[in-house]
T-cell receptor, first 117, second 110 residues
Framework: DTGVSQDPRHKITKRGQNVTFRCDPISEHNRLYWYRQTLGQGPEFLTYFQNEAQLEKSRLLSDRFSAERPKGSFSTLEIQRTEQGDSAMYLC???????????????FGSGTRLTVV | GQSLEQPSEVTAVEGAIVQINCTYQ??????LSWYQQHDGGAPTFLSYNALDGLEETGRFSSFLSRSDSYGYLLLQELQMKDSASYFCAVRSPGDDKIIFGKGTRLHILP
C-alpha cells in the first residue's frame, strides 16, 4: 500500500466551472476525511466518512460542495460553480477507528491544489 | 468549540534547539498531536501526547500539561531539512475528527 493518493495534484479552472477531486485512502482504513488548507493556515475540516456513510459536514461545506464515498473505498469531492475563494489545497486523510473510539494512523495525502481564475 | 494557539513563525539556527508552544481550548480532551508539513507536501504525523509529560522520538520531543491546556514540540540538533510548518492538533471526546492549529513556520538559519 502506498498511502493516501489524491488526484489530480493540481487543477486550474475558470470561475463558474465544476471540478471533482478523487481520494484513494489506505486500503484497511475505514475513515476518510476531507480538509481544506489555504496559505499560511492549518488544515480546516470539511467532512468525513465511515465506510460509505457521511457522518459529519462542516459549516464550511456550502451547498456547492458535495462529497461521496459510494463503495466505502475511494471518495470524490465535487465543487460546483467554483468561485475564486475556493482556491486552496484540498487534503484527504484516512484512519482506522478502533476500540472505544480511538483513531489510529491518521494519514494525509499530498493534496489537490485548486486555483480558480 | 475548540481552538488552538501557536506562534505563527519561529526562527532558529542550525544545530540549536527550538521549542514550539501550543495552547488549546476544548470541551473535553483526548490528546495533543503534532504534524510537520513541508512546502507543497502532506502533513505528516510526528507525535501524540494523551497524558502529562514528555514523549521523546529521536531529535523530536513533545510535552503536555493537561492542567494548563498547554503543550510544546521540542526539536533538537536542528537540521536545514527541519524547515517546515508545524501544527498542533486536538481531538475531543465524542468528536471523530482532528482539529488543527494555524501552524508555526520554522525558519532555520545556517
Amino acid at each position: 500500500d502506498t498511502g493516501v493518493s489524491q488526484d489530480p495534484r493540481h487543477k486550474i479552472t475558470k470561475r463558474g466551472q465544476n471540478v471533482t477531486f478523487r481520494c484513494d485512502p489506505i486500503s484497511e482504513h475505514n475513515r476518510l476525511y476531507w480538509y481544506r488548507q489555504t496559505l499560511g493556515q492549518g488544515p480546516e475540516f470539511l467532512t468525513y466518512f465511515q465506510n460509505e456513510a457521511q457522518l459529519e459536514k462542516s459549516r464550511l461545506l456550502s451547498d456547492r460542495f458535495s462529497a461521496e464515498r459510494p463503495k466505502g473505498s475511494f471518495s470524490t469531492l465535487e465543487i460546483q460553480r467554483t468561485e475564486q475563494g475556493d482556491s486552496a489545497m484540498y487534503l484527504c486523510a484516512s484512519s482506522t477507528i478502533g476500540q472505544q473510539g480511538a483513531i489510529y494512523g491518521y494519514t494525509f495525502g499530498s493534496g489537490t491544489r485548486l486555483t480558480v481564475v | 468549540g475548540q481552538s488552538l494557539e501557536q506562534p505563527s513563525e519561529v526562527t532558529a539556527v542550525e544545530g540549536a534547539i527550538v521549542q514550539i508552544n501550543c495552547t488549546y481550548q476544548t470541551s473535553g480532551f483526548y490528546g495533543l498531536s503534532w504534524y510537520q508539513q513541508h512546502d507543497g507536501g502532506a502533513p505528516t504525523f510526528l507525535s501524540y501526547n494523551a497524558l502529562d509529560g514528555l514523549e521523546e522520538t529521536g531529535r523530536f520531543s513533545s510535552f503536555l500539561s493537561r492542567s494548563d491546556s498547554y503543550g510544546y514540540l521540542l526539536l533538537q540538533e536542528l537540521q536545514m531539512k527541519d524547515s517546515a510548518s508545524y501544527f498542533c492538533a486536538v481531538r475531543s471526546p465524542g468528536d471523530d475528527k482532528i482539529i488543527f492549529g494555524k501552524g508555526t513556520r520554522l525558519h532555520i538559519l545556517p
